[in-house]
T-cell receptor, first 114, second 114 residues
Framework: DVKVTQSSRYLVKRTGEKVFLECVQDMDHENMFWYRQDPGLGLRLIYFSYDVKMKEKGDIPEGYSVSREKKERFSLILESASTNQTSMYLCASISGGTTFGGAFFGQGTRLTVV | AQSVTQPDIHITVSEGASLELRCNYS??????LFWYVQSPGQGLQLLLK??????LVQGIKGFEAEFKRSQSSFNLRKPSVHWSDAAEYFC????????????FGTGTRLKVLA
């Protein structure tokens, strides 16, 4: 069974903390994505990566950075957490090339910044 | 720029009635198109996808969608809705060249009346 695993289901952090959200996939997918999901706003793309050490900004990258040192792992970093980053964060992976297909999602991390 | 619009935030239908959820996209060529469903407290599940060929695609749970290039639309349909279809539905667009940017619409929440 294919898997995308996010390191935490729930997190509570303080304003100003540096926060790491980890995502691991076991499908050897080239493409990995970080979204945040907020009511009424759908899933908004923060960053994506199409290869190891390669990354591109999505639609709302401000306040975030990412790291992809290994193909299976894609980390989202909140450099200095703020209350407006309280949200559900979803990681996804997608195969590339001619097998480009539907996204496989992790279970989500609900982050609360206090 | 790549974008997805789901013009209906909420839709209410009676059980047994037909359903159509609207999705419009903006992209320079024909993109990859997807519909996902998210039940309360659950992750996103792929319903169906369109890459090329037949413009009417069949998916799981009795859903289908039709790609209309002239209208830049990819509407989701179901002939007879079941109470278990109550959920949030997301349309997504994937780029077909370069890096695989993959973005979602804001979602349509479906309510089913018994």
């Amino acid at each position: 069974d294919v898997k995308v695993t996010q390191s935490s289901r729930y997190l509570v952090k303080r304003t100003g903390e540096k926060v790491f959200l980890e995502c691991v996939q076991d499908m050897d997918h080239e493409n990995m994505f970080w979204y945040r999901q907020d009511p009424g706003l759908g899933l908004r793309l923060i960053y994506f990566s199409y290869d190891v050490k390669m990354k591109e900004k999505g639609d709302i990258p401000e306040g975030y950075s990412v790291s992809r040192e290994k193909k299976e792992r894609f980390s989202l970093i909140l450099e200095s957490a703020s209350t407006n980053q309280t949200s559900m964060y979803l990681c996804a992976s997608i195969s590339g090339g001619t097998t480009f297909g539907g996204a496989f999602f992790g279970q989500g991390t609900r982050l609360t910044v206090v | 720029a790549q974008s997805v619009t789901q013009p209906d935030i909420h839709i209410t239908v009676s059980e047994g009635a037909s359903l159509e959820l609207r999705c419009n996209y903006s992209y320079g060529a024909t993109p990859y198109l997807f519909w996902y469903v998210q039940s309360p407290g659950q992750g996103l599940q792929l319903l169906l996808k369109y890459f090329s060929g037949d413009t009417l695609v069949q998916g799981i749970k009795g859903f289908e969608a039709e790609f209309k290039r002239s209208q830049s639309s990819f509407n989701l349909r179901k002939p007879s809705v079941h109470w278990s279809d109550a959920a949030e539905y997301f349309c997504a667009v994937g780029s077909t060249s370069g890096t695989y940017k993959y973005i979602f619409g804001t979602g349509t929440r479906l309510k089913v009346l018994a």
